[in-house]
């Protein structure tokens, strides 16, 4: 492509004095000076390929998202950087294909993962038989822009599911209500006769209403985990839910044999959403008298540490091999065989929704340690200490061995 300039300047050659041809030179000087200003200063990457395919310039956009620099690579085949581009039909343009736009995206590794989006101008700069032919590049990074709209996808896609999930869910709920209603009834009929036949049927019924009363919870749980409500907080002293959660499944714990010790040597009110954190008790106690098919020890304790009230749930029930510790907290992972493994999901829900954290130390054979830790009211406040003066972070206490 000849410049206008160019040609009024070579026209004029022989009728220019040496002081007015380096004026004109001084000016082109400038002229180049603003260009490559201009380049440098874009986002987006700028690069320009002569006719046999190779790169003759980039600016720093270009070197920065490519991961190379201009002296290293000019004169290297831009093949190398841009791979499943017909280069030799781009760079065959003539002059009436000047304004052809050639656009796509293409992702690249090197020197992190992008996606890019770019468009290639052929260009034609005059030469006799074609030679010098070429093709400006311009190119920007919408990486960002492509992993926004994915997340979008996905999750209107998981809305969608739940959606539908929590509409199946809620009509196997009406015919499972009306079925542990006739349970009931058939189970006070059955009372009224004798004999060996009838308690058979007794009995049958009673495992029936056990399975339907499973079913209700997990169906309850799964609601609760696809449609989680904002935590209401009000300050309650936490071993008094501690207590009425305990009272919730005494009959289980006493079946089982669970032996539950105490400690609650100190009991800051807290600010909690009572029916939400009595829930995550609920789970995190069951699991723990789950864990102990033969019997043994429940200790829950109460201490404050570092602005949190530390809940601690310790068992000596079988205790989680160290493959299983990564996938806690995945839905639907659990190694019972009538669990729903929605549980301690909904505990780490739970707690997150109150600003606090969960802790899980286990050693198999020998027990777990479950900690939920509350915040404190003052800190609910200021979450986060203050840097100390020489710029560390503020020290976290170590993590207490299982004993």
Do not use: C
């Amino acid at each position: 492509m000849k410049s206008a300039f160019f040609d009024k300047l070579i026209d004029r050659m022989d009728r220019l004095d040496p002081q007015s041809i380096q004026t004109h030179f001084l000016k082109l000087a400038r002229e180049r000076g603003l260009l490559e200003m201009i380049f440098q200063s874009m986002q987006e990457g700028v690069m320009v390929i002569d006719g046999s395919g190779r790169l003759t310039y980039a600016n720093r956009a270009a070197e920065q998202l490519m991961g190379f620099s201009l002296e290293n690579a000019k004169g290297r085949p831009v093949s190398r950087f841009f791979h499943d581009v017909d280069w030799d039909l781009i760079l065959a343009g003539d002059d009436s294909e000047w304004s052809k736009l050639v656009s796509r995206e293409v992702e690249i590794a090197y020197p992190r993962r992008r996606i890019l989006n770019f468009y290639v101008v052929p260009l034609a700069v005059g030469g006799s038989n074609g030679s010098d032919d070429g093709a400006l590049m311009m190119f920007r990074d919408v990486t960002r822009d492509r992993d926004q709209e994915a997340d979008l996808v996905e999750s209107e896609r998981i809305d969608a599911v739940k959606l539908l999930a929590a509409g199946v869910a809620h009509e196997i709920g009406n015919p499972l209500n009306a079925l542990n209603i006739h349970l009931q009834l058939i189970e006070r009929e059955l009372g009224r006769l004798s004999g060996e036949a009838a308690e058979d049927l007794k009995e049958l019924v009673q495992v029936a209403r056990t399975e339907a009363t499973r079913l209700d919870l997990i169906i309850t749980q799964f609601l609760r985990a696809i449609r989680p409500a904002k935590p209401d907080p009000v300050m309650a002293s936490v071993d008094d839910l501690v207590k009425e959660t305990l009272g919730l499944l005494r009959h289980e714990i006493e079946n089982r044999k669970v032996g539950v010790a105490l400690d609650f040597s100190e009991t800051p009110a807290v600010p909690v959403d009572r029916d939400q954190m009595k829930q995550a008790f609920f789970n995190v106690i069951r699991n723990a008298v789950q864990a102990m098919p033969d019997g043994g020890a429940l200790t829950i304790s109460l201490a404050v540490r570092d602005g949190f009230l530390a809940v601690s749930f310790r068992d000596t029930g079988v205790g989680i091999v160290p493959e299983e510790m990564g996938g806690l907290f995945e839905p639907y992972r659990t190694t019972k065989p009538d669990g729903s493994g929605l549980g301690l999901m909904i505990v780490q829900r739970i707690v997150q929704d109150h600003g606090g954290q969960i802790e899980i130390r286990s050693k198999p054979e020998e027990g777990t340690v479950v900690t939920l830790l509350l915040p404190l009211a003052e800190r609910r406040v200021r979450l986060l200490k203050a840097s100390r003066t020489d710029g560390s972070p503020p020290a976290r206490e170590p993590n207490e061995d299982l004993e």
